[in-house]
């Protein structure tokens, strides 16, 4: 019974210096960021002939520090994956614990996938069609503050939802879940996925329908992954029972 408690003593020691390294890279990273806030903001506004208004030092703030939190999230989340598959290593399989680190590039990619299709597809349809709502009914001013809280709403919760198939394969890889679990519930997986597209979409059908289109291809697309995922581990399986 000693030597359970001491080794939960022992990971809980280990998760608190894991989560303390990811901290201090995050608020390095951070501190780094706020350096090129400027640059980030002109590229995200750059769409706007003219300079979007602030309403006090107080939003001024709030944009620096939201921009810069989120290229440090970005750019600290491989280091955080990294963190995540070293802590959970010792208590895979051998073939498990050797492929666990090909996820840490993956989630990078699959974040800024996300993120790039938010920013590029879904804000600037969701704005026009928002704007054209209002027009000739009321007189539209965006603020800078307004409308980077549009682009934060529009892109980080799709960058978290693409990151699915890198979630899928890892619960595949482990054991936890398989693809016949998976076109099992596909209907609820779909319903679950149109009511994400439309708490993401506040706008029309329309856009309601293209926004649960790719969603329902990075099902299909996790799906298909974790086939293959369940294939290779059934013929390393078999390989193994030959030998």
Same mark, same amino acid.
């Given at each position: 019974?000693?030597?359970?408690e001491?080794?939960?003593?022992?990971?809980?020691? %280990?998760?608190?210096?894991?989560?303390? +390294?990811?901290?201090?890279?995050? !608020?390095?990273? *951070?501190? @780094?960021? $706020?350096l #090129?806030?400027?640059?980030?903001?002109?590229?995200?506004?750059q769409?706007?002939?003219?300079?979007?208004?602030?309403?006090?030092?107080?939003?001024?703030l709030?944009?620096?520090?939201?921009?810069?939190?989120?290229?440090?999230?970005?750019?600290?989340?491989p280091?955080?994956?990294?963190?995540?598959?070293?802590?959970?290593?010792?208590?895979?399989?051998? %073939?498990?614990?050797?492929?666990?680190? +090909?996820?840490?590039?993956?989630? !990078?990619l699959? *974040?800024? @996938?996300? $993120?790039a #299709?938010?920013?590029?597809?879904?804000?600037?349809?969701?704005?026009?069609?928002?704007?054209?709502?209002?027009?000739?009914?009321?007189e539209?001013q965006?603020?800078?503050?307004?409308?980077?809280?549009?682009v934060?709403?529009?892109?980080?919760?799709?960058?978290?939802?693409?990151?699915?198939?890198?979630?899928?394969?890892?619960?595949?890889?482990?054991?936890?879940?398989?693809?016949?679990l998976?076109?099992?519930?596909?209907?609820?997986?779909?319903?679950?996925?149109?009511? $994400?597209?439309?708490?993401?979409?506040?706008?029309?059908?329309?856009?309601?329908?293209?926004?649960?289109?790719?969603?329902?291809?990075?099902?299909?697309?996790?799906?298909a992954?974790?086939?293959?995922?369940?294939?290779?581990?059934?013929?390393?399986?078999?390989?193994?029972?030959?030998?």
């Open positions: 019974m000693d030597r359970k001491l080794t939960i003593v022992e990971h809980l020691v %280990e998760f608190r210096k894991r989560l303390l +390294a990811v901290v201090i890279c995050f !608020f390095l990273v *951070f501190c @780094v960021s $706020l #090129f806030v400027d640059q980030i903001y002109q590229y995200v506004t769409s706007f002939q003219q300079k979007l208004i602030v309403l006090g030092p107080n939003d001024i709030w944009i620096y520090i939201r921009l810069a939190s989120l290229m440090a999230f970005t750019i600290t989340l280091y955080t994956v990294y963190h995540i598959c070293s802590f959970i290593k010792p208590g895979l399989k051998k %073939e498990e614990a050797r492929a666990v680190f +090909a996820y840490i590039p993956a989630s !990078f699959c *974040f800024l @996938v996300g $993120l #299709f938010g920013f590029y597809f879904v804000t600037p349809a969701l704005l026009q069609v928002l704007l054209g709502l209002g027009e000739g009914l009321f539209t965006l603020t800078a503050q307004n409308y980077l809280s549009f934060f709403q529009t892109t980080l919760p799709l960058a978290l939802i693409f990151e699915l198939p890198v979630i899928i394969a890892f619960l595949t890889s482990i054991g936890l879940i398989g693809p016949e998976l076109t099992t519930y596909r209907r609820y997986a779909y319903f679950i996925l149109l009511v $994400l597209a439309v708490v993401l979409t506040p706008a029309d059908f329309v856009s309601d329908l293209a926004m649960t289109a790719p969603l329902i291809l990075l099902y299909e697309l996790s799906i992954v974790s086939k293959y995922i369940m294939k290779r581990k059934q013929k390393g399986a078999r390989n193994g029972n030959l030998t």
